[in-house]
């Protein structure tokens, strides 16, 4: 006990700082951020004769958020051609005057940092409808508000189709009520319903890119949005974004998407 505490003293007269443990020297530094380097890591082509369910869940039911006004019906979405189509017409089903298509991938596939995600995809357009290629937290089901699960979210292309050159790039961030958001527009010389193309969204530690047709659109490198979200192809129709469909609104439209394809980088570490 003596010797203890001689020990002991003799400790604290060396030193006031508490011992720590033996001295590691200091952190390694970050590892370095080098080029990506894109590897395919899942694709759905649809190539099938229907829609895969190990991907997709196929939305049903009345939507009730945003002020739409259609009903998501299973059969509204098919695969012609190669592609995957969502079907939006004027019809009554489920006690609203229009219907149209959504799929998404739920939990079975997801994406995050480090992914890059490409769609090659022909928008419909007209007055009132709003196609989009996006991303969102995996408990939103397509139907109903998310609550406090909402954002993030990732809008890779969206379009209020009374004005289909420009496409509308936005992330979100935060929780509901309080979410906040960034947004880019890029306006092409021409409608994007006229033809395909390719819509990329690259998603880094510290950036998103947007690409349209193998282009830079947007790059945002502020409140990154986080998280494992879903894949979600839908058109909507009326609602806050565009409004109603008017006299000038042609139906049916059609939503095409001939492939997603889902890219990892391996040049880099991604928490």
Same mark, same amino acid.
């Given at each position: 006990m003596v010797l203890a505490a001689v020990v002991?003293?003799?400790i604290a007269a060396c030193s006031s700082k508490p011992y720590s443990g033996p001295d590691t020297g200091p952190l390694?530094?970050?590892?370095?951020?080098?080029?990506?380097?894109?590897?395919?890591?899942w694709a759905?082509?649809?190539?099938? /004769? +229907?829609?895969?369910p190990a991907n997709w869940v196929v939305v049903d039911g009345a939507v009730n958020v945003n002020n739409e006004l259609e009903y998501y019906s299973p059969a509204q979405v098919s695969i012609e051609n190669g592609a995957l189509v969502l079907k939006s017409d004027r019809q009554a089903v489920g006690g609203r005057q229009?219907?149209?298509?959504?799929?998404r991938s739920g939990t079975k596939r997801t994406v995050t940092r480090g992914n890059?995600?490409?769609?090659?995809?022909?928008?419909?357009?007209?007055?009132?409808i709003w196609p989009a290629n996006w991303l969102v937290n995996t408990p939103c089901d397509g139907l109903n508000g998310c609550g406090s699960n909402w954002p993030p979210e990732i809008d890779v292309l969206e379009v209020k189709g009374s004005?289909? /050159? +420009?496409?509308?790039?936005?992330?979100?961030?935060?929780?509901?009520p309080g979410q906040q958001l960034q947004t880019t527009t890029w306006t092409s010389s021409q409608s994007l319903a006229d033809a395909y193309h390719t819509y990329r969204l690259e998603w880094y530690r510290d950036s998103i890119l947007w690409l349209v047709d193998g282009t830079t659109r947007a790059k945002h490198?502020?409140?990154?949005?986080?998280?494992?979200?879903?894949i979600v192809m839908n058109t909507a129709v009326?609602?806050?974004?565009?409004?109603?469909?008017d006299a000038s609104t042609v139906f049916p439209q059609y939503h095409r998407v001939d492939y997603v394809r889902v890219y990892r980088d391996t040049a880099n570490s991604y928490p």
């Open positions: 002991a003293a003799s390694p530094p970050p590892p370095p951020v080098r080029a990506a380097k894109w590897s395919l890591v759905d082509e649809f190539d099938g /004769a +229907t829609i895969d229009y219907v149209s298509g959504e799929v890059a995600i490409e769609w090659r995809t022909q928008i419909p357009s007209g007055k009132g004005a289909p /050159a +420009t496409n509308i790039m936005t992330h979100w961030w935060g929780s509901y490198t502020a409140n990154v949005t986080d998280g494992q979200l879903q009326g609602g806050n974004f565009d409004g109603a469909p």
